[in-house]
T-cell receptor, first 116, second 114 residues
Framework: KAGVTQTPRYLIKTRGQQVTLSCSPISGHRSVSWYQQTPGQGLQFLFEYFSETQRNKGNFPGRFSGRQFSNSRSEMNVSTLELGDSALYLC???????????????FGPGTRLTVL | AQSVSQHNHHVILSEAASLELGCNYSYGGTVNLFWYVQYPGQHLQLLLKYFSGDPLVKGIKGFEAEFIKSKFSFNLRKPSVQWSDTAEYFCAVNAGTNAGKSTFGDGTTLTVKP
């Protein structure tokens, strides 16, 4: 099976702009999660989508949003970019099978966002 | 709220030395525990996982970890490290059957000198 893919891999934006990142999960995986990785804060959970619904949300401002499509692909959007949004954004997918069966997350290579 | 603490930020070892990276978590319920590795320029890869059963779990590349419930710990070990083990290691936890929201430790950078 192909792994989790993320596009684009690198992105440079300026403050105030908005950006959309895309994630294609492993085939058959219904859960997609997004994380922000920075040297100072480490890996921080943004949100999780399952069957096109946001199932979990982290402690990020409303400028960060996401969505999931019927084919499980997901996008995250950051509006009004700030310098502090510069980070590696990681997407992870999980089969998220029925309750009682435990699942692990598979990570993509990430999108490196630089805000100037 | 869950939290994960990794005791060492940077570890430097010589090849063939033994490795132990500490990880403690804070959560009152049932947890799933993971160790991930991030090699330079590569994405996060799962080293090993604990869901239930035998508290000593073996992963890839000779790594193992022991879950000690009474100490809320999940330490990573390897008897003999290699230069190729140079990487950043992350301990992570998620709760119950929902794998979608994991809490990560700050990571430990391991440098193995040849």
């Amino acid at each position: 099976k192909a792994g989790v893919t993320q596009t684009p891999r690198y992105l440079i934006k300026t403050r105030g702009q908005q950006v959309t990142l895309s994630c294609s999960p492993i085939s058959g995986h219904r859960s997609v999660s997004w994380y922000q990785q920075t040297p100072g804060q480490g890996l921080q959970f943004l949100f999780e989508y399952f069957s096109e619904t946001q199932r979990n949300k982290g402690n990020f401002p409303g400028r960060f949003s996401g969505r999931q499509f019927s084919n499980s692909r997901s996008e995250m959007n950051v509006s009004t970019l700030e310098l502090g949004d510069s980070a590696l954004y990681l997407c992870a997918s999980s089969p998220s099978r029925a309750s009682g069966v435990y699942n692990e997350q598979f990570f993509g290579p990430g999108t490196r966002l630089t805000v100037l | 709220a869950q939290s994960v603490s990794q005791h060492n930020h940077h570890v430097i070892l010589s090849e063939a030395a033994s490795l132990e990276l500490g990880c403690n978590y804070s959560y009152g319920g049932t947890v799933n525990l993971f160790w991930y590795v991030q090699y330079p320029g590569q994405h996060l890869q799962l080293l090993l996982k604990y869901f239930s059963g035998d508290p000593l779990v073996k992963g890839i590349k000779g790594f193992e970890a022991e879950f000690i419930k009474s100490k809320f710990s999940f330490n990573l070990r390897k008897p003999s490290v290699q230069w190729s083990d140079t990487a950043e290691y992350f301990c992570a936890v998620n709760a119950g059957t929902n794998a979608g929201k994991s809490t990560f430790g700050d990571g430990t950078t391991l440098t193995v000198k040849p």
